[in-house]
């Protein structure tokens, strides 16, 4: 069964950090695109970033850029999204998916096998 499981999130304090882990079973990452969606309460699931299956090429929202780095440890099976400078905006289920296209668009349409997502709270 192919499964993507999101892990890192928590309550953090403006201004403050934390790594999200996207950690696939049952099939191998290192030949597909990968990319990190957020959904914010009361509001539709929105593109954060992606990386291609090397790790050469990734794209990130403007409401991300600068702050966001996503990366990738084939050898680990991982995808990671660092997260710095958080503000209270970016409070939200955090989802990994497969992607179909990894592009500056960062469509939800291009997503499948999707995890279940973890909750990230940015608050003081």
């Known amino acids: 069964q192919l499964q993507l499981v999101e892990s890192g999130g928590g309550l953090v304090q403006p201004g403050g950090s934390l790594r999200l882990s996207c950690v696939a079973s049952?099939?191998?990452?290192?030949?597909?695109?990968i990319g990190w969606f957020r959904q914010a309460p009361g509001t539709g699931r929105e593109g954060i970033s992606c990386?291609?299956?090397?790790?050469?090429?990734?794209f990130y929202a403007n409401s991300v850029k600068d702050r966001f780095t996503i990366s990738r440890d084939n050898a680990m099976n991982t995808v990671y999204l660092q997260m710095d400078s958080l503000e209270p905006e970016d409070t939200g289920i955090y989802y990994c998916?497969?992607?179909?296209?990894?592009?500056?668009?960062?469509?939800?349409?291009?997503?499948?096998?999707w995890g279940q997502g973890t909750e990230v709270t940015v608050s003081s």
């Open positions: 998916t497969v992607l179909m296209i990894c592009s500056p668009s960062l469509r939800t349409s291009y997503g499948h096998t």
């Open positions: 990386i291609d299956s090397g790790g050469s090429t990734t």
């Open positions: 049952g099939f191998s990452l290192d030949t597909y695109l």
